[in-house]
């Protein structure tokens, strides 16, 4: 679509950037599983010369997530985190990078384990008060990486507070906006200059991708990105920007029973009365509801919850004792996965480290899907039932 700026988000997660193939008419965009492109005569092309430079699936996914998020470029590589990688490499040694301290843990191990030893100063605070981050910038300060919701505390970032103060600073602010994808929060249209995504969740959506992606309206940013991604070369391959393309077409359908499913959950488990307490930015007392309000269009299926009482022990086992949850990493696909932070995603952590930031023994992370909310409620109802 030439000129989609004026259609709405759920035309765009199936026309944004797509065409219909210009040699074909398929309707479809193809793989295009090759890895070059003949030439008339030398230089003489149609516009692909070698696939790590350009390949024509991969662009058709890279225009669509510019026309998500309401961006001009876009970007594919072969995994969140290898987006992440092409972020830093904007970076030189004594930059400083302010991030939130609620953090997806490969970006916080890829931060602290690989590029700490190039030189880059990573510096981590709690962004709930946008004051705390003005507190720490300075001349330095080159980029500010933000995530909201955060994993797995659900806390929320005023995007547009931390914005103000990135550009004072003259510093990039960079949103990964993973959790709340481009139907729920578009962060470029509220002050970011990148948008990061691990496709490999929602966006894919079928848990049968590991993608990563990037986009920005800044010309001068998208031409080092372009660069870094052609001169680094951790791009995706034909087959996983097709697998996305597809899942992006029921985005919006998907989103929209994720959040509905999400809500259901959240308020089965808060009158539950074997649970504590739970983590989801759609209840009026949860302290980043007005934010979350503000900038989202929806609070999607992420939920943490704690159990009253639980140990490491009982609590490993109710997420065991799931029927229709699957126990397993990952988030953002259509069927819901649980998962025990402690003893999982956070296990790395040192104990009281991760005891800061909320993850108790008794924290559970559940992924919403999209399967009927009554499985989902009788499901944890005998898991919970059973401790
Ligand atoms: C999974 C995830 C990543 C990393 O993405 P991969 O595709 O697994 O490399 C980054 N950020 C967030 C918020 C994630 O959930």
Redesign the pocket.
């Known amino acids: 679509m030439s000129n989609s700026s004026n259609l709405k988000i759920g035309t765009l997660t199936i026309h944004g950037g797509q065409e219909p193939d210009p040699s074909t008419g398929a309707v479809m965009t193809p793989i295009y599983q090759t890895s070059t492109y003949a030439q008339a005569a030398p230089g003489v092309h149609k516009g692909y010369e070698y696939s790590r430079t350009g390949n024509p699936t991969r662009h058709a996914l890279e225009k669509s997530i510019a026309a998500l998020e309401g961006g001009k470029f876009g970007l594919g590589f072969g995994?969140?985190?290898?987006a992440?990688d092409a972020v830093l490499k904007l970076l030189k040694p004594g930059d400083e990078i302010i991030s939130t301290s609620d953090l997806?843990g490969?970006?916080y191990r890829q931060f602290t384990k690989i590029y700490e030893d190039f030189g880059l100063i990573f510096r981590f605070v709690s962004m709930d008060d946008p004051s705390n981050v003005e507190a720490i910038v300075s001349e330095k300060t080159k980029l500010i990486w933000v995530?909201t919701p955060t994993?797995p505390m659900m806390n929320i970032i005023d995007i547009r507070a931390i914005a103000n103060v990135a550009q004072k600073a003259g510093a990039m602010l960079v949103v990964?906006n993973?959790?709340a994808t481009p139907i729920l929060q578009r962060p470029l249209e509220q002050g970011a200059d990148i948008v990061?995504h691990?496709?490999?969740?929602y966006l894919g959506g079928h848990s049968d991708v590991?993608?990563?992606l990037l986009t920005t309206t800044n010309s001068e940013i998208a031409k080092k990105l372009y660069f870094i991604q052609n001169s680094a070369g951790a791009i995706c391959g034909p087959m996983d920007a097709f697998l996305t393309l597809r899942g992006i077409k029921t985005l919006d359908v998907r989103m929209e029973r994720h959040c509905k499913n999400g809500a259901i959950v959240a308020k089965f488990l808060r009158d539950h009365p074997k649970v504590e307490k739970v983590y989801w930015p759609g209840f009026e007392d949860h302290p980043g509801h007005a934010v979350a309000k503000s900038q989202m269009s929806g609070f999607g299926g992420m939920i943490s919850f704690v159990v009253k009482d639980g140990t490491f022990e009982n609590v490993s086992a109710m997420v065991s004792n799931l029927k229709v949850f699957t126990l397993a990493e990952?988030?953002g696909g259509v069927e819901s996965l649980a998962g025990h932070p402690a003893s999982m995603t956070h296990a790395a952590i040192p104990l009281e480290e991760r005891l800061k930031t909320g993850v108790v023994d008794g924290l559970v992370r559940l992924s919403v899907g999209i399967e009927d909310a009554d499985d989902l409620i009788a499901d944890l109802e005998n898991a919970l039932n059973q401790i």
Do not use: I, R
């Open positions: 995994s969140g985190l290898a992440v997806y490969g970006t995530e994993n990964d993973t959790f990061l691990s496709a490999t969740k590991v993608l990563g990952s988030l």
